[in-house]
């Protein structure tokens, strides 16, 4: 059973369309996460939700919207893409919140624009 | 802001040789240290961490000690195999919350 799911995989898509992300975690984690992974591997956190609640969102355009159903999913929709959003989009989750927590990632989704 | 600098790769090895990979940070708090290994096509794991001055992570032959009078977490392994080529983030977090604040990664390939 993979912990850390996403789906799709790949995505490749024109610019100017909208898109989702999904992920599910099966290891009851209360915490989930999207981090950016760019063309030079660097990596940075976009969002984060406790308990389906936004705590932390990093200066992303407001084209991205995390949504939470529950809190075992956190899903990642993109409006109007654009060429510089080619990335590989990362989920994580832990179990809280806290500083020392080990975050379990998922295996990414490669997004390729237009 | 918080900040991670590793050093530059990719670093080239010969299978059994030393490993060390540089990791200094800066930080506002008393963070929690991490390392993570993003191997060929997937996504990351946690190789190792330390939460405390002082405190020493291992895992695999993998180790990293947190020094606080230096602000470095420094990656080492005695004798590397091919199979540890792969990509190694080190990373903290900060800020009262969980979020990982990463380094721009380090690649390690190992050769036969």
């Known amino acids: 059973d993979t912990a850390v799911s996403q789906t799709p995989k790949y995505l490749v898509t024109q610019m100017g369309n909208d898109k989702s992300i999904k992920c599910e975690q099966n290891?009851?984690?209360?915490?989930m996460y999207w981090y950016k992974q760019d063309s030079k591997k660097f990596l940075k956190i976009m969002f984060s939700?406790?308990?389906?609640?936004?705590?932390i969102n990093e200066t992303v355009p407001n084209r991205f919207s995390p949504k939470s159903p529950d809190k075992a999913h956190l899903n990642l929709h993109i409006n109007s893409l654009e060429l510089g959003d080619s990335a590989v989009y990362f989920c994580?989750?832990?179990?809280?919140?806290?500083?020392?927590?080990?975050?379990?990632f998922g295996p990414g989704t490669r997004l390729t624009v237009l | 802001g918080d900040s991670v600098t590793q050093m530059e790769g990719p670093v080239t090895l010969s299978e059994e040789a030393f490993l060390t990979i540089n990791c200094t940070y800066t930080?506002?708090?008393?963070?929690?240290l991490f390392w993570y290994v993003q191997y060929p096509g997937e996504g990351l794991q946690l190789l190792l961490k330390?939460?405390?001055?002082?405190d020493k992570g291992s895992n695999k032959g993998f180790e990293a000690t947190y020094r606080k009078e230096t602000t470095s977490f420094h990656l080492e392994k005695g004798s590397v195999q091919v199979s540890d080529s792969a990509v190694y983030f080190c990373?903290?977090?900060?800020?009262?919350?969980?979020?990982?604040?990463f380094g721009k990664g380090t690649m390690l390939l190992v050769s036969p």
């Open positions: 939700y406790n308990n389906k609640e936004l705590i």
């Open positions: 930080a506002t708090g008393y963070p929690s």
């Open positions: 330390a939460t405390k001055a002082d």
């Open positions: 994580a989750s832990s179990q809280l919140a806290g500083v020392a927590d080990t975050q379990y």
């Open positions: 290891l009851g984690h209360d915490t």
């Open positions: 990373a903290l977090s900060d800020r009262g919350y969980s979020t990982l604040t």
